[in-house]
């Protein structure tokens, strides 16, 4: 038996940490520093990850997935905490979430899902200074030995092909979202 540990490449990691801190050291307090606010100025593309924005909302994919399809559901309006939020915002963006989860079952018919947010740098925020919802879709058996043991997470589909699976749903977002907000008051 060989006395050396298996290793796992795991490259995009290296992008992440780096990215992180590049962020950490510009400080995502200042607005002008925070992808989540520079991000709606583009158009929704491939290359950006932006499924769909207005105003108020941006849902973008999660650039270092913990699972295909994974979501992330963010006000425009850059806060650090959820009582920072206008409650109109807080409306538009919780009636986002259950959409978005319609888009990923359309495109990926999950089992269930996990949902979260992590606020602040010590409640695990890889961008503390702007809150954001994650939506995880999730299968009977996706999380196995490697991300137990390993510390490393196999994501069986590239962040394109993805996006060329979730874009579609996006195509009527916007009117099923003022339906959705219309039916709320």
Not at 89 to 105: H, T, Y
Request: proline letters at 8%; one cysteine or more.
């Amino acid at each position: 038996m060989s006395s050396q540990i298996p290793r796992l490449w795991a490259p995009w990691r290296g992008e992440w940490i780096q990215e992180q801190k590049e962020l950490r050291k510009d400080s995502t307090t200042e607005k002008q520093k925070c992808p989540f606010c520079e991000l709606p100025k583009q158009a929704a593309s491939k290359e950006n990850l932006v499924l769909f924005h207005d105003d108020d909302v941006l849902v973008i994919m999660n650039k270092f997935p913990y699972n295909p399809g994974h979501i992330m559901v963010i006000p425009r309006e850059h806060v650090s905490y959820p009582h920072q939020l206008e409650a109109r915002i807080w409306n538009k963006v919780s009636q986002s979430i259950p959409l978005v989860m319609k888009c990923i079952e359309e495109a990926f018919h999950p089992q269930g899902f996990n949902l979260g947010m992590n606020v602040d740098v010590a409640g695990g925020a890889g961008i503390p200074g702007h809150i954001h919802w994650h939506i995880l879709p999730r299968w009977v058996g996706d999380t196995n030995f490697m991300p137990l043991l390993a510390e490393a997470k196999a994501i069986n589909m590239h962040n394109e092909t993805i996006y060329d699976r979730l874009s579609p749903q996006f195509g009527g977002f916007a009117k099923k979202l003022e339906e959705t907000l219309q039916k709320s008051l």
